[in-house]
């Protein structure tokens, strides 16, 4: 399997010859479906309609003197977001993308640490922005996407664009003639983290292209998928993988509506792939057997279907989309795909999906890596790895202990310039082209990269043994009572050794539809899930086994990638404990 040739991809250099070669080639084809304000239905914008509004945005852009200059962009996933992108870094600036949920202050530091010159925005954050926009003397333009220009501040989107398009129809060229530099730095991207923590990420057209043409060799992509844009898109997993890479191969994008929206807009927008973080696909896969355990029959026929297609499949016979019509055709009936990033997946969520026709892989990356280092291949993979190094990368375990687990170091031409004005912590992450991930893992014998962790997250006991917090939140996640739990490591009674201890939301919800006739009381919740805790801690070795449980209603604080942010969540436990 591991000789399996990779697909066929056409190189490109940058962006521009990207979106170019894709017009040509794409050009009456949809390539965006989305729900304009007051529209029920999605409509279809084609790749020419695209390309020629990125032409018109970014001719308008010049005219306002922003060549070269760098401009935020700050809003949710939307039409006007891709061409904001693709005018700016295909020929007139750099392109600062950011988090739409952050708090105003924090959108405001941002704004004057990567230098804006311009912010483009949305209703979302107009308030916020309305705001920055009178206490600051350095960004010259605000440009909204949903308002008229208002005479002071404010700048229209759709009049610039409607500008632009005038100014191209009569012949001008001061963006379309632009020649994009591929090596130099297009692109400035802010970690997950608090502002002061969030470091400053420098991308080329290069290392964005070279991460396209990598993950589009090992996972088959065509002008016939349709993907659902689920994940923000100022995250660099959503912007590579979710938005660059379908114009690159001719895909149609549909914008979600909003989590809670995600099966109806798989139906109508018949999607054939979406990518998604472990919690969504959970949550997902979770609630295809809550539908089923309502119906005793029904229950009983799922679980006898999957026994007759597991025992078919070793004969190669797979009837799993016959078999499980009735899900599939809740996802519309299209669905061949899901992709799992930005965190590690439960091998048992995955194998659930394959074993019900649902095809699912994982793969690994950071926002330095633009963002894929591995990912499992369509036609060859482990559910418990995080895939194969991309064809141009090389990825190597730095000081092994005797498990083989070590940092994972990577070098590629998806690799980052740098930290922006952060030269120290540059030369801290990058050594000789290589660049230290932070996480922990081992690459096997078939060369597929396997993640154990963060380094700065494992919990070392007196006696030098390694006990990594995620591998235990995965166990503690697969009980039907838990919603999501929290591992780290808690000081002894004595001072002297570090016990495991976890933190833990209920799943009230299955709680109740379990124990449908009682009142339980929260003391009665703790013993339920601390009996679950227990019977986990027998299939662990002692060194690992949790000895102090805690029970919390309010979910943990994530990034909008859905990740818990650990740091702030382990502040909070140590001021509680002070």
């Not at 991207?189 to 400053?200: N, R």
């Not at 669905?335 to 590690?344: H, M, N, Q, V």
């Amino acid at each position: 399997m591991g000789n399996i040739p990779l697909y066929k991809v056409e190189p490109i250099e940058n962006l521009k010859e990207m979106l170019e070669r894709s017009v040509t080639l794409f050009g009456d084809k949809t390539a965006f479906l989305w729900k304009p304000k007051g529209h029920d239905t999605y409509q279809s914008i084609t790749y020419r309609q695209f390309y020629n509004d990125v032409q018109a945005f970014g001719t308008a852009l010049m005219h306002l003197g922003l060549k070269d200059k760098r401009i935020a962009l700050l809003s949710e996933n939307r039409y006007e977001w891709a061409v904001a992108y693709l005018a700016v870094v295909n020929g007139t600036g750099i392109i600062v993308p950011l988090d739409r949920e952050l708090p105003e202050n924090e959108i405001e530091s941002l704004l004057i640490r990567s230098k804006a010159d311009a912010v483009i925005f949305s209703n979302y954050n107009a308030e916020q922005i309305k705001n920055i926009s009178e206490r600051s003397h350095d960004i010259q333009y605000f440009i909204h996407m949903d308002e008229g220009a208002d005479g002071k501040h404010i700048l229209s989107f759709h009049e610039l664009l409607e500008g632009g398009r005038e100014k191209v129809e009569s012949g001008d060229d001061i963006f379309t003639s632009r020649q994009v530099d591929s090596n130099a730095m297009n692109i400035l991207l802010f970690t997950s983290g608090t502002t002061e923590a969030a470091k400053a990420v420098m991308l080329s057209h290069k290392n964005i292209c070279s991460n396209l043409m990598g993950m589009c060799s090992m996972v088959y992509i065509d002008e016939k998928d349709t993907f659902l844009s689920v994940l923000p898109l100022h995250h660099t997993y959503e912007c590579s993988c979710g938005f660059l890479c379908q114009l690159y191969r001719g895909s149609a994008i549909a914008y979600c509506e909003g989590l809670r929206h995600i099966q109806k807009n798989i139906k109508e927008s018949k999607t054939t792939v979406m990518l998604g973080v472990p919690l969504i696909f959970e949550a997902i896969y979770r609630r295809i057997w809550k539908q089923a355990a309502k119906d005793p029959k029904k229950l009983k026929k799922l679980k006898t279907g999957i026994r007759i297609s597991n025992f078919l499949k070793k004969f190669n016979i797979d009837i799993t989309r016959k078999l499980f019509r009735p899900i599939h055709d809740s996802f519309g009936g299209h669905l061949r795909l899901f992709i799992s990033g930005a965190a590690a997946m439960d091998p048992e969520v995955a194998k659930g999906f394959q074993e019900l026709g649902i095809h699912i892989i994982q793969g690994y990356g950071l926002t330095e890596c633009a963002p894929i280092v591995a990912v499992n291949r369509d036609v060859y993979f482990k559910n418990d790895a995080a895939g194969l190094p991309l064809p141009e990368m090389e990825v190597r375990i730095d000081s092994p202990n005797e498990e083989g687990i070590g940092e994972i170091v990577a070098k590629g031409p998806n690799v980052m310039l740098g930290y922006y004005e952060n030269p120290e912590t540059t030369a801290q992450a990058l050594k000789e082209g290589w660049f230290y991930t932070g996480d922990l893992g081992f690459i096997d014998s078939d060369g597929f990269v396997h993640i154990t962790g963060r380094r700065k997250n494992v919990i070392v006991t007196r006696n030098g043994k390694n006990i990594y917090p995620e591998e235990i939140e995965t166990l503690l996640n697969r009980i039907p009572y838990v919603k999501e739990s929290m591992v780290f490591g808690l000081q002894n009674d004595h001072g002297d050794d570090v016990t495991v201890a976890a933190q833990i939301v209920p799943d009230y919800e299955n709680i109740q539809e379990d124990f449908p006739n009682a009142e339980l009381s929260k003391e009665e919740i703790y013993e339920l899930i601390h009996k679950e805790v227990k019977n986990l801690n027998r299939q662990l070795v002692s060194y690992k086994r949790i000895k102090n449980v805690k029970l919390r209603d309010q979910e943990f604080a994530k990034t909008t990638t859905r990740k818990i942010k650990r740091y702030i969540e382990e502040e909070k436990i140590k001021k509680s404990m002070e």
